[in-house]
């Protein structure tokens, strides 16, 4: 009974932490077999391949389920309270890239071939899973979510913009053979040229059409400039290394991260 | 007439306050209708449906508008004076949204069906009535109208800078079947690549048209960096550590973080 | 001789002021004709119109002229340094205003017309008139002056980067009809993407070239923010609005632009 | 053997130096002799010259290629550590200037023709030669370093995200003719369109495609401001108004403008 404790112990180590030398181990074994499990989703999608490629792509699959499958029951296992790690969200991404893989086994009929299709391109959410090794990301989401509010409302009036922008042009342009075909598509054009991405498959022709583009173009060009703003000085904001510390002697705040001494009156600051 | 000043207190505190319960659920009733109210006009404008489509949603657009009419009428009523929110830009909005449905009815003929399809699509600008519920937006409003006059200078100079580049671009080009048939269409295509939106529906293809295409655009990605820098050094002033505190003396704000006196008249703060 | 001397200090108050009345109509008048000149030079270029559309445009055309002469002449007229008028920037753009117009009097011979439109064309530069009216502009040209040299040396860099980009396309895909058909194209095609452009006219169809071009994209996203960054943080350092003012009892420094009492001490500031 | 001393002295500070007369006009020689074989290596690509000029081009790169050895061989015999300066960044580049013309001859046999034609093309590297002329750049590099953590896990963010999407739309996509053939394909159509590029040549054409390609759109418009918030709170920092005020106690720099007292230990500052 001791003996179980002390594996199911060292295993979590190995699994939870990095710290030693088989946690690392461990970590990058994970990540290769994640990456690995990937490039096996992508390459099984091109088309025109031998059916030996596809044969062993399918057998290499079961083999990374199954590894995926041992992790997962190990998980459970090991950490303390086995419900609440498989309700969190790192949990619950660990299911997921074991279940479509089995889920395909049921609907195995020929009428079930796009659910099938379907469940086994789900797959690729494995990538999720990589998502465990972003730790630096705290500081970039504390601006972002700090930002959330702004963003929101932006991304609000976005929307108003584009849904005026795509009507406008719809009158102007319905009439002609440049893809204005309903207001939907004539949003989607909005959203394509405000963001500047501009595919080009739609675009007005009419004098009018493209002088109203140039105006949305050059509107996107000036609000391009707000949520780069926002997060710049949000972060600008966070980045900013004083301390909300106090000096002891003249009570004055604004010090550095590194400071030692209160820089008004050279006290000593309770670091 | 005392209960009908009752009644028309509470449907003030409904329609123009959030505070309490039932102003609440008219508020999201309201955005509700607004959004039906657009998409109905969106689906109208999809070609190739069957008959009964266009027919239930025409059914369905009277009820909307009917709805709009009851919400401004209601306003009208209940505020203390209705004239002055009739020409407020909300009250312009509210009637706007009612009117092109019934103007519609008096353009029945069938040489009038331009302006009629016309005055039916603006309805789509409905959506400026969600505009009411965007609070947020001070704090960036104040920083784009702060910047204004930079962004003014910036859109002035971009103005003259695509006349120019349009202009050489139609000088080398010109002679080619790459699309740039005339000066305003050259502008258009200078206005399309300096905001590196790009369609690509005209492109230069003599050399020299390309390699001075290539210089437009790294001038393009040079000054994306204008507008941008503007409104991101505005919001980081905006956003600057100022307390809220205010001077006992002359109960002035906008003290710096680190200020002991009053900037304004001297007196010490409460630090 | 000193009524001339009235006349001519009255139309330089016209002319070069904008305080008066007259100033101001003046500075509006030609503003308006400047705007004017330049529709005209772009409805010439529209093919296909008919023959009174074009003699009509002449004519109009030979009357801005006159105008904008007469102005050059007056302005000659009523500078103390004529000279020196002449040579400033103002006063050579003043003259490219007029000159293409009668230069193309003697280009008339059928073998001259190449020469003699682009003669006609280059009247667009009529457009650099206008920037005698940009005065906020001084603020965003010092930022761009002080980032002078950072935005070269990335200007340099983009240059090499998109040199050994293209080169590296050229070899991937210069046996495909992708349009990678020689070094040069597949330079211009790196800038079209680097600087998010897109148009689409050339683009890889391998793998590899696809792979590279993703590279490419992830790159210019990554540094696209560089010249942005840069512009931004002038732009900050310009509108800090804090002066160089040392207070006068406590010889602290920092103080904003709107203080009138030192904020460490409570002096009051010799403003 | 003091007169060898004495011309290696003299030559070290030609070539490595730019502070003599003597050793700038070298520095600009060798960056005319730069562009010009960069140029040589461009035109070579250009397809359907005569033969002519195909040789000429040829006999000019040997001149190059034998003007550059002679200058690696120079700078080996004039550093004092030849093989510290053969194996230092700029001795690999100026090695790799010249190999590949040498390398070409060896590989003359007409089934080596690939091989010999891309050997030839790497010649475009030359254009790092150039990068030992960029001094400026060490503050931007400052900051990009400062801001690496922070852009690698910025990408690896994209890199996840447009793995999701682009399965999504191969989901979505794959049975319309619109090009998302497989998933390695709709994920550089992912890349594509998130960075705002835009070719056109992949685009949705069912509604559900469009509809997820404008949401891709409009996160990429939310997230371009990342990296540009990054880099920017990261030249803001490094341009921060510290002092290069050095305390007389503990020699440390880096005060605040305001500091009055050492913050690293305390000791009064000569303000």
Redesign the interface.
């Known amino acids: 009974m001791k003996d179980r404790f002390r594996i199911q112990k060292k295993l979590y180590d190995i699994i939870f932490e990095a710290d030693t030398k088989a946690g690392k181990i461990f970590d990058i074994a994970l990540i290769i077999l994640i990456v690995f499990s ?1 490039t096996i ?2 390459l099984e ?3 025109g391949r031998s059916e030996v490629f596809y044969s062993s792509l399918y057998f290499m699959e079961w083999v990374v389920t199954y590894a995926f499958l041992l992790e997962y029951l190990v998980r459970l296992w090991v950490v303390r309270r086995s419900l609440q790690y498989a309700l969190s969200f790192f949990g619950i991404i660990d299911l997921l890239a074991i279940i479509p893989s089995f889920l395909g086994l049921i609907f195995t009929g020929t009428h079930m071939l796009v659910v099938f299709r ?1 469940l086994r ?1 789900l797959r ?2 494995r ?2 899973k ?2 465990r090794y ?1 730790n ?2 705290s ?2 989401w504390k ?2 979510i700090a930002s959330r ?3 929101s ?6 929307l ?1 913009l584009v ?2 922008l795509g ?1 406008l042009m ?2 102007v342009e ?1 009439n002609e053979a440049s893809g204005f ?5 004539s ?2 054009w909005a ?11 739609i ?1 007005p022709v009419t ?1 009018l059409g ?2 109203l ?2 105006l949305v ?2 509107l ?3 609000i ?14 966070v ?1 900013k ?1 004083t301390t909300t510390q106090v000096c002891p002697a003249c ?6 991260r ?11 600051l309770n670091v």
Do not use: R, W
């Not at 409302?153 to 976005?158: A, D, G, Q, R």
């Not at 075909?181 to 598509?185: G, K, L, V």
């Not at 590194?258 to 000593?268: M, N, P, Q, R």
């Open positions: 990937i989703v992508m999608s091109l088309p379907s391109l690729v959410f990538v999720l990589l998502t972003i630096e990301a500081h970039l601006a972002l509010n702004k963003i409302v932006f991304l609000f009036t976005v108003i849904t005026i009507t719809y009158i319905s075909t309903s207001i939907p598509i949003i989607y959203v394509v040229t405000l963001t500047t991405v501009g595919y080009g498959d675009a004098a493209q002088f583009a140039g173009m050059i996107g060009y000036a391009i400039a707000v949520p780069t703003g926002i997060v710049t000085s949000e972060l600008t904001k980045s290394d009570l004055q705040e604004g010090h550095d590194d400071a030692e001494y209160c820089k008004f009156c050279g006290e000593k």
